[in-house]
């Protein structure tokens, strides 16, 4: 288990590549958490973001579920994505 905070720090966050896209800025350091992995705590958006961008960038197809505006940061990211129900926002559908 890891705290969402904690996984951002260990790999340094993302940044811009040179086509304006986001990365996974310690790439093999993600490789080698993501591996491990089984859960993620207090994972804030923008956490949720960091994995669906690590996960692309590894190759994988992402699906994302969501219900809020503050899911968009993934959602937007993510291979597929589904709006949970009828109370998700509009910007999430």
């Given amino acids: 288990m890891i705290e969402g905070r904690e996984l951002c720090n260990d790999v340094g966050g993302l940044s811009l ?7 996974i800025q310690d790439f093999a350091a993600f490789k ?3 591996q491990k992995l089984k859960v ?8 949720k973001r960091l994995l ?17 505006t503050s899911d968009l ?3 937007e990211k993510a ?3 589904f ?5 998700a926002t509009d910007m999430c559908k």
């Avoid at 669906?52 to 219900?67: E, P, Y």
């Fill in 17 to 23: 590549n040179d086509k304006g896209e986001d990365v």
């Fill in 73 to 75: 940061p993934a959602v």
């Fill in 32 to 34: 080698q958490k993501i």
């Fill in 40 to 47: 993620i705590a207090r994972a804030v958006p923008e956490v």
């Fill in 83 to 87: 709006a949970m129900g009828m109370s």
């Fill in 52 to 68: 669906v961008v690590g996960l692309r960038q590894m190759g994988h197809n992402v699906a994302v579920t969501a219900d809020g």
């Fill in 79 to 81: 291979t597929v994505s």
